[in-house]
């Protein structure tokens, strides 16, 4: 079998992306401005939601959401142990207290059981995390916030708008994906996405910030309020101040600067054109890769069932029986065969800047054995079909060769 030569994720760039970014940079307009609200129309009409925030990344949109509702110190917000540091990073940014909780023994997703018990009256969001792009059980979280909601006491009014502690997805993989026919960006209450260059949909850097209708929420408003986080606490964006005569604002906040440019949007805008073909192809990927793997101890996590559809972001499997030197020498050697690997994730308390907070892995035994045996293999739609097979067949054959030594 000749060598090849597969790297884990690159971006799925075309000319219509080129053309796009390049009738930009003619325009005389490159930071923030129509192209990005063209943008952010079409993801709201993709999600199905009122409004969305194009920002520079899913974290920016993450801790937007925190700072919005007006979380900081004396606050609790709630996120997995098995999730990358981006959710749990911002909790400390706005000053509040991560409580970190250990996922199911037989999933990813937060163990209800412990989540139930994790929330206190200082409890203000919970971030459950779409990992590969595979929904949560939406239905148990609201049930738990509802049934938890005579502990809440809230701190500003769109803490009031809920009257309960809030769910702000963590969907940086999931674009694309739905619960009960429900489009991601419309099942948590506030929901972040990732346009990051290894994302299934990519601005090359990027994310955005949705949030679900509710009648309690007044869209426009709330959507300024997001703007003016996200540029220093502007009154009028840059496209605004532009006009004749419109130079006069105020900053009514001292904020920060995450937007996204019209640069960035229009890589988007194209990628928008192209997405459907895009999830095509990952999911031609993904069911050659179950086909293959079939009958083996190489188990993946499943992008479809009764109640959801995955976007399919990452490929993620567990090597049954596998002890962590076997992982990482499985790993090693598809290297060698030229097939870059990955693992989502180290849990965040392994991590040194959540260790120095205190935490620690031996308090979360599910997470550290869905880690010690996962292998991520290569998804994106730059993958050939004869390179998808030479992924299988070298998988394959060193799992079997590593297990057998």
């Known amino acids: 079998m000749t060598k090849m030569n597969i790297p884990f994720s690159p971006p799925d760039i075309s000319q ?67 999730t990358y540091t981006a959710s749990c990073s911002v909790i400390t940014h706005v000053g509040a207290t991560p409580v970190i909780v250990d996922i199911q023994n037989d999933g990813f997703e937060m163990d209800y059981v412990q989540l139930e018990k994790a929330i206190t009256t200082n409890t203000k969001v919970i971030i459950p995390v779409e990992l590969a792009g595979i929904p949560c059980d939406y239905n148990q979280l609201y049930e738990l916030v509802k049934s938890k909601s005579h502990l809440f006491t809230a701190k500003n009014k769109w803490q009031e708008s809920f009257n309960r502690v809030v769910i702000l997805s963590d969907s940086a993989h999931a674009l694309g994906s739905s619960y009960k026919g429900i489009p991601a960006g419309k099942l948590a209450d506030f929901t972040s996405f990732s346009f990051h260059a290894v994302k299934n949909f990519t601005t090359g ?144 308390p392994m991590l040194t800047a959540y260790r120095n907070l205190g935490f620690s892995v031996d308090d979360y035994p599910n997470a550290y054995s869905y880690f010690v045996n996962e292998i991520t293999l290569p998804l994106h739609t730059k993958l050939t079909d004869e390179e998808v097979e030479y992924i299988i067949e070298n998988l394959k054959n060193i799992v079997e060769s590593v297990k057998n030594v």
């Open 205 to 348: 850097e990027g994310g955005s910030v949705t949030w679900r209708p509710f009648d309690k929420i007044d869209d426009e408003e709330l959507y300024k309020e997001f703007q003016m986080y996200s540029l220093h606490g502007q009154t009028k964006d840059a496209l605004a101040k532009t006009k004749l005569g419109s130079w006069e604002y105020d900053i009514v906040l001292p904020a920060y600067k995450c937007n996204m440019t019209d640069i960035m949007a229009s890589i988007g805008l194209a990628q928008m054109k192209r997405y459907s073909q895009l999830l095509s192809r990952r999911k031609e990927i993904v069911d050659k890769y179950n086909q293959g793997f079939a009958g083996t101890t190489i188990k993946a996590l499943q992008h479809k069932g009764k109640d959801y559809q995955s976007s399919m972001h990452l490929y993620i499997t567990h090597i049954e029986g596998a002890s962590l030197e076997q992982r990482n020498e499985i790993i090693n050697q598809m290297a060698e065969r030229g097939i870059a690997c990955n693992v989502h994730y180290k849990p965040l």
């Open 16 to 82: 219509m992306e080129i053309d796009e970014v390049v009738d930009t940079l003619k325009s005389g307009w490159i930071t923030t401005g129509p192209k990005t609200k063209e943008l952010e129309r079409l993801l709201s009409a993709y999600t199905q939601t009122n409004k969305t925030v194009c920002l520079n990344s899913a974290t920016a949109g993450l801790e937007l959401v925190l700072r919005v509702l007006g979380v900081g110190p004396g606050d609790e917000v709630i996120v997995p142990a098995m």
